[in-house]
């Protein structure tokens, strides 16, 4: 039982390039998140899902968008990569009473 | 807004000394609050949730508290392992989507 799964570990694009983080979570929960960490900013809601085919904003879209084809997979991506986008980006998934399961993170540079 | 606050942002602790971290909130209607441990280079990993004013949650070296406003995460006569980041967050109206502090960065020194 790997939990959630998140994929690349680490990555450096330059500005204007695009990328796709994947998430995948094999515990069959129907809620998904994307979060991103700052130094100062605490972790921050982009993007979420409540079930398959579903997305909705968070508190700061700007930027990114997202895909949920299937229950298993949530994907992050950004198509014109900006400095202001370097950062650790978490994914997560919901467990009742449990909260959130995050996976390890993929630490994005842009230069 | 619902909000979520931690404090001190950093604690730094000789082994064997205990002390309280800090999660003051302000959410309409709480569903539940949550503590997290963060190592570095990682994500959060789930430690308690508390649900009502009065309620208490032990693990180990750590017990999570509830009141009406706040949350406090003691920790009881800490080792270096319990070096971490420590993270709190509540449900956002009443939603599933989380909330969380800035954390408070602890440190304990041998």
């Known amino acids: 039982n790997a939990g959630v799964t998140q994929t690349p570990k680490f990555r450096v694009l330059k500005t204007g390039q695009s990328m796709t983080l994947l998430c995948a979570q094999d515990m069959n929960h129907e809620y998904m998140y994307w979060y991103r960490q700052d130094p100062g900013m605490g972790l921050r809601l982009i993007h979420y899902?409540?079930?398959?085919?579903?997305?909705a904003k968070g508190e700061v879209p700007d930027g990114y968008n997202v895909s949920r084809l299937k229950k298993q997979n949530f994907l992050l991506g950004l198509e014109s990569a900006a400095p202001s986008q370097t950062s650790v980006y978490f994914c997560?998934?919901?467990?009742?009473?449990?909260?959130?399961?995050f996976g390890s993170g993929t630490r994005l540079t842009v230069v | 807004e619902d909000q979520v606050t931690q404090s001190p942002e950093a604690l730094r602790l000789q082994e064997g000394e205990s002390s309280s971290l800090n999660c003051s909130y302000t959410?309409?209607?709480?569903?539940?609050l949550f503590w997290y441990r963060q190592d570095p280079g990682k994500g959060p990993e789930f430690l308690f949730t508390?649900?009502?004013a009065g309620e208490e949650k032990e693990k180990e070296r750590l017990k999570a508290t509830l009141t009406k406003k706040e949350s406090f995460l003691h920790i009881t006569a800490p080792k270096p392992e319990d070096s971490a980041t420590y993270l709190c967050a509540v449900p956002q109206g009443g939603s599933e989507k989380l909330v969380f502090g800035k954390g408070t960065k602890l440190t304990v020194n041998p």
């Open positions: 959410v309409s209607g709480l569903r539940g």
């Open positions: 899902s409540v079930g398959e085919g579903t997305t």
């Open positions: 997560a998934s919901w467990f009742p009473n449990y909260g959130y399961t």
């Open positions: 508390l649900y009502s």
